[in-house]
């Protein structure tokens, strides 16, 4: 089994930034695309960012510009710095890590169990 672990959440100030990690453990042969998502109370879970093993990343509109997703594949950690956070970006943040546990098996994906970011003045 793969787990993920994820840390960083927390209460900020409108404009405020957090640094989110999400480190992935366990039987790990290669892991592929990494991402965070979010789902906020009532909403659908969105994506945020993610981020292949090559280094292409993809991020949501609303976060272009404010948030970098970034990865530490020797630690299989992938992170997401949040700067200039919003009223509207309070959520359950997720992680995702789509990951082969052998060589011969397909990738499949794991999730996190989420961190809370709250923004409030």
């Known amino acids: 089994q793969v787990h993920l672990a994820e840390s960083g959440g927390g209460l900020v100030q409108p404009g405020g930034s957090l640094n989110l990690s999400c480190a992935a453990s366990?039987?790990?042969?290669?892991?592929?695309?990494m991402g965070w998502y979010r789902q906020a109370p009532g909403k659908q879970r969105e994506l945020v960012a993610t981020?292949?093993?090559?280094?292409?990343?993809n991020y949501e509109d609303s976060v272009k510009g404010r948030f970098t997703i970034s990865r530490d594949s020797a630690k299989n950690t992938v992170y997401l710095q949040m700067n200039s956070l919003k009223p509207e970006d309070p959520a359950v943040y997720l992680c995702?890590?789509?990951?082969?546990?052998?060589?011969?098996?397909?990738?499949?994906?794991?999730w996190g169990r989420g961190t809370q970011v709250t923004v409030s003045s």
């Open positions: 366990g039987i790990i042969f290669s892991i592929d695309d």
């Open positions: 995702k890590v789509g990951a082969r546990q052998v060589a011969w098996n397909a990738i499949r994906d794991y």
């Open positions: 981020m292949t093993s090559g280094g292409f990343t």
